[in-house]
Nanobody, 127 residues
């Protein structure tokens, strides 16, 4: 059973940076996709970025491409989301998600319905 714990949210001014972390446990191999999603009040959950844990595949939403970057620390089993040049529209609860790659077609890595394992979320507020 995969468990995910997010960290690193907070409040920042527009143009600033934050780094979110997602510590994963309970998975025995790297045949997983991990992804970040976000949900603002009154809006649907939106895929932000996804990566295959073997590192050969990443995808970013158009709204964050060039500003957000994924990074893995395999020793710590942690996925990071470096967020630069933050904008007020980036304000949301950010969630980490994971699932086995057999359950997540590459074309759907930013579709929240493909993921069964979720963290509790961390709030990001940009003013």
């Amino acid at each position: 059973h995969v468990q995910l714990v997010e960290s690193g949210g907070g409040s920042v001014q527009a143009g600033g940076s934050l780094r979110l972390g997602c510590a994963a446990s309970g998975h025995s191999d790297s045949s997983y996709f991990m992804a970040w999603f976000r949900q603002a009040p009154g809006k649907e959950r939106e895929g932000v970025a996804a990566i295959h844990l073997r590192g050969h595949f990443t995808r970013y939403a158009d709204s964050v491409a060039g500003r957000f970057t994924l990074a893995q620390d395999n020793a710590k089993k942690t996925l990071y989301l470096q967020m630069n040049d933050l904008k007020p529209e980036d304000t949301a609860m950010y969630y980490c998600a994971a699932d086995r790659d057999v359950n997540v077609p590459p074309s759907l890595v930013l579709d929240s319905r493909r993921y069964n394992y979720w963290g509790q979320g961390t709030q990001v507020t940009v003013s």
